[in-house]
């Protein structure tokens, strides 16, 4: 639990036993500099002195200004602490309401439904960074086509790789493979800062060939010492405008002596098919040939039934906005069993994106999902720290899977 000591959080409720009980229930937790009030007005004055709470515990229903006007008013005023909606209402509408939120670019820690518990509280509140700035980025650094050319040439890029493990056994099936950019003056740079742009530019065919021998290089490596994963590498939906990519794919997995079955090519469709024609028929070669093809981010963006119908897929990959404290919360729980239920029928596997922490394990291991994926099990790694923490991973099994001491 974090020191909450020194924190100024505010209490907004209009109903005086919620505010003197989410007050008692602060106390218990440690915070010692809290608030209280009836009215959102109240608060925004605050703010606008230039005297704002580090946190804001804000009841969703009342008379004067509702939840949803209060979060609008707050983004207005360029609020930076935390946000923590509390309300009746049910669980869909209290998960809008944090998408809400963060559309707003204000950090949400989560939310409290009524009644509320401690142990949710400062479950909330441990994952909090008292005086960080934690709202999501709205400006980032951006790089031209040129300078991500000029990245490939001089060798700035680097492989990265997430395990993936098999829920039922914990043994490790396979990596997913993340670039990234060791760039010489701002240091390590993730791939949301350059990959539309490499689309856009026409750069991403370069770039995705990179990445593609980098990572049939290693699975080779890994292959001679004895370690046989399915190697997954991301693509764009602009390198499937190209027939020729097919051939690239095998050429290329070919002389890297990579069976086709040993490589997953994971597709995301960030925007709509104008001529579904040419990714039609590159997959469907693709499937003929062995190569293992996955949704990914299933449920989220243009990634559809329409897809899962069209295409020729084997895996499916549940994003991970739906797996995180899907135990805590029914929609997700929906989507998940929905998802799973699909791909079964479809004669696919399916992966659970985003696992961060034991509760998440257990309910994916509970609802019978095949593999998972996520920080839990580890964040993604050079390809030299991987045997290292292999061996850790062993050692760790075990208990993941005897029954949950919680």
């Not at 001089?154 to 997913?176: D, F, R, S």
């Not at 370690?227 to 051939?247: E, G, H, Q, Y």
């Amino acid at each position: 639990m974090n020191d909450l000591s020194t924190c100024r959080i505010c209490v907004l409720d209009d109903d005086p036993f919620m505010l003197s009980l989410l007050t008692g229930l602060l106390t218990g937790l440690g915070a010692t500099a809290i608030e209280t009030a009836a009215s959102g007005l109240d608060v925004l004055d605050d703010i606008a002195r230039g005297d704002a709470p580090e946190l804001i515990l804000a009841d969703l229903n009342m008379p004067e200004m509702d939840g949803v006007e209060f979060v609008r008013k707050l983004a207005e005023y360029r609020y930076r602490g935390a946000l923590i909606p509390v309300s009746g209402e049910d669980q869909r509408l209290l998960r809008a309401m944090c998408i809400l939120i963060q559309a707003h670019h204000i950090s949400v820690l989560g939310y409290l439904q009524k009644p509320v518990s401690r142990e949710r509280l400062g479950d909330l509140l441990g994952h909090w960074a008292p005086g960080r700035d934690t709202r999501p980025e709205t400006s980032r650094r951006s790089y031209s086509a040129n300078r991500i050319m000029a990245a490939i040439r001089n060798g700035e890029l680097v492989n990265h790789y997430q395990p993936k493990v098999e829920l039922a056994t914990g043994n490790v099936i396979g990596v997913e493979t993340l670039v990234r950019w060791r760039h010489p003056q701002d240091g390590m740079v993730y791939p949301d800062q350059f990959i539309a742009v490499a689309e856009a530019s026409g750069v991403i065919e370069r770039l995705t060939g990179w990445v593609l021998n980098e990572a049939l290089a290693q699975s080779r490596r890994w292959s001679l010492a004895g370690i046989d994963l399915r190697m997954a590498v991301n693509v764009s939906m602009n390198n499937l405008a190209s027939i020729s990519f097919t051939d690239f794919v095998t050429e290329e997995a070919q002389c890297a002596c990579v069976p086709p079955a040993r490589l997953v090519l994971e597709v995301t469709e960030s925007r709509l098919m104008r001529d579904p024609r040419a990714p039609l028929e590159i997959l469907t070669r693709l499937r003929l040939k062995r190569f293992g093809l996955s949704i990914d981010d299933f449920g989220t963006g243009h990634s559809s039934l329409r897809q899962l119908c069209d295409i020729p897929f084997d895996e499916l990959k549940i994003d991970k906005s739906f797996v995180h404290r899907a135990w805590e919360d029914e929609t997700s729980r929906a989507v998940v069993a929905v998802s799973q239920g699909l791909a079964r029928q479809l004669g696919m596997k399916v992966v659970g994106e985003g696992v961060e922490d034991r509760e998440d394990w257990d309910f994916l291991r509970c609802a019978g999902c095949d593999h998972a994926q996520g920080y839990f099990i580890a964040r993604p790694m050079p390809a030299e720290e991987f045997l290292a923490w292999l061996g850790e991973w062993r050692v760790r099994v075990p208990a993941l899977l005897a029954p949950s001491p919680s």
